[in-house]
């Protein structure tokens, strides 16, 4: 059974900058692609960044490429977003998943971790 904790969301002002952690169970790194996904009010869940096994490759969506920055370290079994240049629209609740890709190259999330409310207000 995988365990996801998240932390570190929070009250940021537009332009501010928040980094979310996720610690995961031993192994898990070596096992799944650790990904973040949110959900605004009233809207589905998206995908926002996932992260290969290896670390070597990032994928991001195009609405926080250049903003967001997705790492992990295996040493810590934690997985980072850190999110600048942080934007009201960016509101919603994060979400660490661990999945897999599947033949279409869409990400399958396996398990989840309990969510985390990021707020960008002024």
């Known amino acids: 059974q995988v365990q996801l904790v998240e932390s570190g969301g929070g009250l940021v002002q537009p332009g501010g900058s928040l980094r979310l952690s996720c610690a995961a169970s031993?192994?898990?790194?070596?096992?799944?692609?650790m990904a973040w996904f949110r959900q605004a009010p009233g809207k589905e869940r998206e995908f926002v960044a996932a992260?290969?096994?290896?670390?070597?490759?990032?994928y991001y969506a195009d609405s926080v490429k250049g903003r967001f920055t997705i790492s992990g370290d295996n040493a810590k079994n934690t997985v980072y977003l850190q999110m600048n240049s942080l934007k009201p629209e960016d509101t919603a609740v994060y979400y660490c998943?661990?999945?897999?890709?599947?033949?279409?190259?869409?990400?399958?999330?396996?398990?989840w971790g309990q969510g985390n409310q990021v707020t960008v207000s002024s």
């Open positions: 998943a661990a999945g897999t890709w599947d033949l279409y190259n869409n990400y399958v999330p396996d398990y």
């Open positions: 031993a192994r898990t790194f070596s096992s799944y692609v």
């Open positions: 992260i290969s096994r290896s670390g070597g490759n990032t």
